[in-house]
Antibody, heavy 121, light 105 residues
Framework: QVQLQESGPGLVKPSQTLSLTCTVS??????????WSWIRQHPGKGLEWIGY???????YYNPSLKSRVTISVDTSKNQFSLNLSSVTAADTAVYYC?????????????WGQGTLVTVSS | SYELTQPPSVSVSPGQTASITCSGD??????ACWYQQKPGQSPLLVIY???KRPSGIPERFSGSNSGNTATLTISGTQAMDEADYYC????????FGGGTKLTVL
């Protein structure tokens, strides 16, 4: 059973960089066909896709966040990470990591429990 | 950018059928999937590729997708189905609908 677990600071100051890590267990992050993803949910709001990294290292980002987002992978630790730069209060949200799958779609079949990140001085 | 539109809320009586719609331009030409999210929990995939159910999802959950609208149908709705539901599609970028709160009353 694949499990994902987010980790990182729960509080980030404005203008700084938000950094989160997702640790994958029960499966190898190097397995082909999966899109290791970050998704966020503003308090009381809907889901927003941030981006994903393919097992090969290729990355795809939400155009609205692309200029501030970097997703990377560490296969030796079976982890992938999110960096979101120049954060503001509008980046306060629950951040989820998830496994994406599909040749003609991108469905998310496994999710982490989510971690709340608050942007405040 | 591509957008998916859902009704903010849907109400249904226990045992009845609930239908939640998701609208987008030529959505029927893409695959749609649906997630259930209960308070304080992560989203759970309940329908993928328009109408397929992941293992462990009850048969009362079904889906369809045609034209500009995908529909999630819950037959014999139970109190445990009360949740937020999100549709999602892929159109060069991954897009979620705004979510629909299903109330079972």
């Amino acid at each position: 059973q694949v499990q994902l677990q987010e980790s990182g600071p729960g509080l980030v100051k404005p203008s700084q960089t938000l950094s989160l890590t997702c640790t994958v267990s029960g499966g190898s992050i190097s397995s082909g066909g999966y899109y290791w993803s970050w998704i966020r949910q503003h308090p009381g709001k809907g889901l927003e896709w941030i981006g994903y990294i393919y097992y090969s290292g290729s990355t795809y980002y939400n155009p609205s966040l692309k200029s501030r987002v970097t997703i990377s992978v560490d296969t030796s630790k079976n982890q992938f990470s999110l960096n979101l730069s120049s954060v503001t209060a509008a980046d306060t949200a629950v951040y989820y990591c998830a496994r994406g799958y599909g040749d003609y779609e991108r469905r998310f079949d496994y999710w982490g429990q989510g971690t709340l990140v608050t942007v405040s001085s | 950018s591509y957008e998916l539109t859902q009704p903010p809320s849907v109400s249904v009586s226990p045992g009845q059928t609930a239908s939640i719609t998701c609208s987008g331009d030529k959505l029927g030409e893409k695959y749609a999937c649906w997630y259930q999210q209960k308070p304080g929990q992560s989203p759970l995939l309940v329908i993928y590729q328009d109408k397929k159910r992941p293992s462990g999802i009850p048969e009362r959950f079904s889906g369809s997708n045609s034209g500009n609208t995908a529909t999630l149908t819950i037959s014999g709705t139970q109190a445990m189905d009360e949740a937020d539901y999100y549709c999602q599609a892929w159109d060069s970028s991954i897009v979620f609908g705004g979510g629909t709160k299903l109330t079972v009353l």
